[in-house]
């Protein structure tokens, strides 16, 4: 461990008043030492390996709203880092559809205060944050299974796993 001491000079005003009336002689600045002592730490070279500063993923499959031809959904793919994004920025950043026509010109932009970014969540909700209060109020109707992405942590910083999302439920057919 390594210390460093430093010392400051601080100059001082004497005889300086901001109060409009009193109005004394023109300040004098006397400097004015202040000792500052730093520690610095440095970690072993095991603490910075790969393997042990890796954080846990949570692999998302995000499940079209319509059947295909074939009577498949499309499934679309992304990986997030465990606790750091909302869902709604992890689809937006992968570029996976999120709203439906109204809401792309409608929606609040990740406020809550909408609505317009309802996912249901099939399969991997042990991995979300509970309903915030703003989910409490949208969706008081709507199951269980229903999020609104704008307000849906993927992860807590220490989980992993795959979480499966269906986009658009209300047009599920």
Same mark, same amino acid.
């Given at each position: 461990? *390594? ?5 400051? +000079? ?12 009193? #109005? ?16 610095? *730490? ?10 042990? @500063?890796? !954080?846990? %993923? +949570? %692999?998302?499959?995000? +499940? ?12 679309? !793919? *992304?990986? *997030? ?17 999120? #709203? ?12 809550? @205060?909408?609505?317009?970014? +309802? ?10 944050? %509970? $309903?915030?209060?703003? %989910? ?8 269980? @299974?229903? $999020? ?24 599920? !057919?």
């Amino acid at each position: 461990m *390594a210390s460093l001491n430093l010392t400051s +000079i601080t100059p001082q005003p004497i005889g300086f008043s901001l109060n409009k009336y009193s #109005y004394r002689s023109p300040a004098k600045f006397i400097p004015r030492k202040r000792h500052v002592s730093v520690t610095l *730490a440095t970690s072993s070279p095991e603490a910075n390996s790969p393997t042990t @500063s890796e !954080k846990p %993923e +949570i %692999e998302l499959e995000f +499940i079209g709203p319509n059947r295909g031809n074939d009577g498949s959904y499309q499934v679309d !793919k *992304a990986k *997030a880092i465990s606790g750091e994004k909302l869902l709604r920025n992890i689809m937006l950043d992968n570029k996976i559809e999120l #709203y439906a026509a109204y809401g792309k010109v409608m929606n609040c932009g990740g406020g809550g @205060s909408c609505g317009t970014c +309802i996912v249901e969540i099939v399969d991997g909700r042990d991995l979300l944050n %509970e $309903r915030t209060n703003t %989910e409490l109020r949208y969706l008081k109707k709507k199951p269980e @299974s229903w $999020r609104l992405a704008c307000q849906t942590i993927v992860g807590n910083k220490e989980n992993s796993g795959t979480v499966a999302v269906q986009r658009l439920p209300q047009w599920k !057919k």
